[in-house]
């Protein structure tokens, strides 16, 4: 998985276009942007069309940078490092109300005129535009924290990354403590507001969140996340000022931080959760059932309804559970030094419960993964023609939020920021992190899944800025469950207990397809998708909680990884069977990746043309 939703981190948030394109900023600034729109949608007398779309592309990236601060920083664009995005009612009805503004200077360009490259660029652009206006009507902004995400994750997680060389870089951290009871306020007015129209997450999904807020808030204040920055100063900086700016920290921390945490602890716990809705089905909040279609077919990047993706699912589910059952008579045959189960629920109980199948520390479940990664890199020469530049990291997930987080994620790593890609794992509860998951997880979240395919479309310089930072989940989480199953050709594998677990986490996304569409579409409860998650996996309770309870709160997202997977597979299999003695897995590997993440008509539209290049050459 990629990121959380909600965050301002969020590399490929809807995987439609990154959410800062149709912002607006205040005062003198705010005025001069719009003037350079109006003059982009007026000039096309001056300026051809090719040349207004391209001015249009960077002009909506230098809004987002000025406008949303945080994204800024996570791209290395440090003007605003101080400051935080305005959540306000008052600020985000005045940006839904100046969306217009890029997309009106899309419309007055003539595609027609436009160079093929340049079309699917406008064409993307527009989709996507059109998107967010219709998405409009559907108040998401109203739910700004969940237990995935939200200010009290982001905060440590946005200073962690900020730069941390000179004395400025350490005040625009503390500008952050500052405006941090500001940025509370105003999501603490949202929230309010959801309560009254009864948009909230589900109550049940709630539950830890007081506690996730309470991690952050220590007695001594250089023992919280939040202080972590400051830690360790650089040792090029006078100890003096190093240790002015710590005590400057420290205060702020007990003057400002604290107390708006309190005070977001409190209204949880006194206000939020006790009203939140009783419901989990996204089809049961106003509105509810044109949301979740206006997200499934965000997700999906196709027009496959909640009941098609809910029967290819159980189709997905019934094939996939014969290959595991086949391949546990196979195991229990072969492995005579253990007494193995021939029966699926005892079997999988097996799995859950043996001693053999877990790590007993953080360091060796870490070391574990690195061994992996280690091992898959120089595979990739084999599958791939072109390799990125950018380096990657296994690191464990922070304490503050690994009891409510998946089993790993990727974060996208950024040059200008100087910051390698980062494969996050969780150690929290040792028990629940079997080692026959590990392999089919490196190779989704490290390479050749999350990194690698990010990493490469981030170095695409022929395409605008917003296409190679931007995505779309189907493609980019498709690409991640396609890469799990590259690793037989990889050398991976070789232990039927890896191949299981491989099958197992295929069969989570399949899984994914019915219990997505059945909580939001047909109304099954939560404990209805954990029983049909159980009866069909391997993975421990404590996962499967944590999985239920992230679909319920992200309704549609986990619907992109096996709708993409099949596509991709498909896709394979065409070129392959149209290509024969010509098929190139490097080649096309290179094609899928080189253009960056793509909806999945376009996608297959593009290695179609490829394979009929490739077909009618000598």
Known sequence: ?????????????????????????????????????????????????????????????????????????????YERNGDWTDNSLEAIEKREKESEWSYNVLKSIDRTKLSREERLNYDLYLQSAERRIEGRKFPGDLMPINQLGGIHQDVPQLFEVMPKRTAKDYQDILSRMRGLPTVIDNTIVLMKKGVGIGVTPPKVTLRDIPGQIKSLLKDDPTESPIYNA????????????????????????????????????????????????????????????????????????????????????????????????????????????????????AFNEFLRTDPQFYYTTPEALLTGYRDICKRADPELAKLFGKLPRMPYGVIPIPDYMAKSQTTAYYNGGSIEAGRPGYFYANTYALNSRPKWEMEALALHEAVPGHHLQISIAQELDNLPRWRRDGG????????????ESLGEEMGFYKDPYGKYGQLSYEMWRAIRLVVDVGIHEFGWTRQQAIDYFASNSGKPLHDIEVEIDRYIVWPGQALAYKIGELKIKELRAYAEEELGEKFDIRAFHDELLGDGALPMDVLEAKVKEWVEGIRNSK
């Open 230 to 345: 400051f830690r360790e100063m650089p040792e090029s900086m006078p100890e003096s000022e190093a240790k002015k700016l710590q005590a400057l920290a420290v205060q702020l921390y007990k003057d400002k931080v604290a107390p708006a945490f309190w005070k977001l602890h409190d209204f949880m716990v006194n206000e939020y959760i006790p009203n939140a809705r009783e419901s989990v089905g996204m089809g049961m909040m106003p509105g509810g059932s044109d949301w979740y279609a206006h997200r499934v077919k965000g997700y999906t990047t196709t027009d496959q309804t909640p009941r098609e993706i809910f029967d290819i699912g159980k189709r997905e589910v019934a094939r996939i559970r014969g290959e595991m059952e086949r391949l546990i008579e196979e195991t229990a045959n072969r492995d005579t030094t253990h007494r193995v189960p021939k029966e699926f629920n």
């Open 1 to 77: 998985m990629v990121m959380r939703e909600q965050k301002f981190v969020r590399l490929v948030l809807p995987f439609t276009l990154c959410f800062f394109l149709f912002a607006v900023e205040k005062g003198s600034a705010q005025s001069d942007f719009r003037s350079q729109y109006q003059a982009l949608q007026e000039n096309h007398e001056r300026l051809n069309d090719s040349t207004r779309l391209h001015k249009l592309f960077e002009l909506d990236w230098e809004f987002g940078m000025a406008t949303y601060p945080e994204w800024a920083t996570w791209e290395g664009r």
């Open 472 to 483: 779309y989940t189907a493609y980019v989480e498709g690409w991640g469950l396609y890469s």
